[in-house]
């Protein structure tokens, strides 16, 4: 496992191009390159072309050299919005869901994210590790290299850092790369004295300067939603961690239109996330602006909701970015087919732009667009070999996994054809 690698004869080999995320139309625009192949060295990517070129260009003994004869290759995948680590699960409440009761309604009833709150805080690293890495194989069999995930299922100091704890020493030992957030503003922790005022207090003056001074979180976000956080409430966090350093993100405008994505053109954020209910005046201000719109459509589907408006973001210049939401309440699958599926099937998106928002995208939407995203020379080595010659089968064939093999850093670390998951030498 050293990072030299080399696929050739692939039946196309597709993907994005650029160092930042691609906004509009320009999300259609895909390099497809026909007998492709790409040369990966030291786990950076050096040279991606015709086969003919690749190999005439290197020494192709030095590499190990991957046939992708009627196959498409394509960059590794970025899901930039999970909530991965957590204790316990709630197959109870989505059978009350399926009897109608609303997520809101659940909340109020003590059920929802408090639920998982409580298991949570009785989980100890070990557990969450453990759990974490499960999940993480499953995201790499699905083709993701590149996964956010958050805390905020402890809303106390103490399990808000155990989360990211876990994710760091996932991070060091697992070949997906973890991008972390904070989240300790999720909810507000059942019967809180002073309720959500003196909860946001606590968390901008003990716990965020703790995640800081840990180094545990790249990001920080906030429930900015009504009943949960309000707009001044978010605005409030928000401004003290961009001050902190952190990079911001927010779930804007999931259940009710609040102007969360007003918010996050106002404070610069990286990506707001969800905008089920976006308004035009925010849509058109992260087009203007270049906020990444994560959108999520598994929870849509999930909740019963209707889709964020995808076609109108694109159409109107906005980055779009689709991720998997990952959690153990309104989204639980890491899906990457069912979610282009529903991308395309029901949101407006083309096939290309769907290959766009899960890759480039979802990269800037985490703020790693110059590392990864794109099959280009200076970006690092990950990339997914389809059993299928075309990127079009992705939403095609309906929920069905259609990756074959994963590279991460130049190193093959999943291959169907070889059972699965694929531990370094
Ligand atoms: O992204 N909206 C808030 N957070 C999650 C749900 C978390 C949960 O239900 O446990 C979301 O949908
Ligand atoms: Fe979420």
């Known amino acids: 496992m050293n990072g030299n690698l080399i696929v050739i004869h692939a039946a196309e080999l597709a993907t994005s191009q650029g160092d930042q995320a691609r906004c509009g139309r320009a999300m259609n625009d895909l390099q497809i390159v026909p007998d492709g192949a790409i040369c990966i060295e030291k786990g950076i990517i050096s040279a991606v072309g015709k086969t003919d070129e690749i190999l005439a260009a290197v020494d192709s003994q030095a590499f190990t050299v991957i046939d992708a004869s009627g196959r498409a290759v394509l960059p590794g995948f970025v899901d930039s919005h999970t909530h991965f680590i957590f204790g316990g699960y709630r197959a109870d409440e989505f059978a009350w869901r399926l009897q109608g009761i609303g ?58 850092l155990r989360q990211l704890e876990a994710m760091a020493q996932l991070e060091r030992e697992h070949p997906l790369d973890i991008v972390s957030t904070f989240l300790g503003a999720h909810a507000v922790p059942r019967d809180y004295p002073g309720g959500g005022e003196a909860y946001l207090d606590f968390v901008m003056t003990q716990v965020l300067p703790a995640v800081a001074e840990g180094g545990l979180a790249e990001f920080c976000d906030i429930f900015c939603e009504d009943q949960v956080f309000s707009v001044d409430q978010s605005r409030r966090l928000l401004t003290l961690a961009g001050e902190m350093g952190f990079k911001l993100t927010l779930h804007a405008d999931e ?25 035009d005046a925010g ?29 109108t973001m694109i159409d109107r210049g906005c980055a779009v970015a689709l991720a998997t939401d990952l959690n153990p309440g309104s989204c639980f699958s890491n899906s990457m087919p069912l979610m282009v599926a529903l991308a395309t099937l029901y949101m407006g998106m083309t096939p290309e732009e769907a290959l766009t928002a899960i890759t480039l ?28 010659p075309s990127h079009r089968f992705m939403p095609y064939h309906i929920g069905v996994n259609t990756v074959e093999k994963v590279i991460k850093r130049g190193n093959l670390v999943f291959d169907k054809t070889r059972g699965g998951r694929i531990d370094a030498a």
């Open 103 to 160: 997520y809101m309604e659940i909340m109020a009833r003590g059920g929802g994210i408090v639920s998982t709150v409580e298991a949570t805080r009785q989980a100890d690293l070990e557990t969450l590790v453990r759990d974490g890495r499960r999940r993480l194989d499953s995201m790499l069999s699905f083709g993701v290299t590149t996964v956010e995930g958050k805390s905020g299922y402890g809303l106390d100091c103490e399990t808000e």
């Open 255 to 279: 259940i009710v239109p609040l102007g969360g994505a007003e918010l996050a053109v106002e404070l610069g954020a990286v990506s707001a996330d969800h905008l089920l209910h976006a308004s």
């Open 283 to 311: 849509i058109q201000g992260m087009a203007e602006t270049g906020v990444v719109a994560t959108l999520l459509p598994m929870t849509a589907f999930s909740l019963k909701e209707p889709y964020a408006r995808a076609r």
């Open 361 to 388: 995208n979802g990269a800037a939407a985490v703020d790693r667009a110059d590392r990864v995203g794109s099959l280009e020379a200076g970006k690092q080595g990950d990339v997914v070999i389809l059993e299928h």
